[in-house]
Each structure stands twice: as structure tokens, then as C-alpha cells.
């Protein structure tokens, strides 16, 4: 699947993929659950993937 987006969604994605990724770091520091925690790290693997591959498309 492709999606474009222009240079204005491009940026917010980033934001939004940064916030996440900043969330879920503090999410996994605080959770005792270790199966969730598991999920989390998942979780922080894929937005780090989308943000590697966002990034050098966006101009700042």
C-alpha cells in the first residue's frame, strides 16, 4: 500500500509518530505486565520503523 501525503501531512505525521514513540517509551518504563510490556516494545519497534522511513522524505 502507498499513501502520498504532501509536505504539511508529511510533518504532522512525523509529529504525531515522535509523540507516540515518546509515550510508549514511558509506557514500558512504568508497566509492571510483562506480557504487555512485550506488546508495547512491539509496538515501539513498528513507529521507529515508520519514522526511519519517514524521515528522509521530509523537508524541513
Known amino acids: 500500500m502507498q499513501v502520498h501525503l504532501d509536505?504539511?501531512?508529511q510533518q504532522a505525521l512525523l509529529e504525531i509518530l515522535e509523540e507516540v514513540l515518546?509515550?510508549?517509551s514511558e509506557e514500558i518504563y512504568k508497566t509492571?505486565?510483562?506480557d504487555y510490556r512485550?506488546?508495547?516494545k512491539r509496538r515501539q519497534a513498528?513507529?521507529?520503523s515508520l519514522l526511519e522511513?519517514?524521515?528522509p522524505t521530509v523537508r524541513t
Do not use: I, S
Request: proline share 0%; net charge negative.
Open 32 to 34: 509492571e505486565n510483562f
Open 7 to 9: 509536505e504539511e501531512e
Open 46 to 48: 513498528v513507529v521507529k
Open 38 to 40: 512485550e506488546q508495547l
Open 53 to 55: 522511513r519517514l524521515r
Open 22 to 24: 515518546h509515550n510508549l
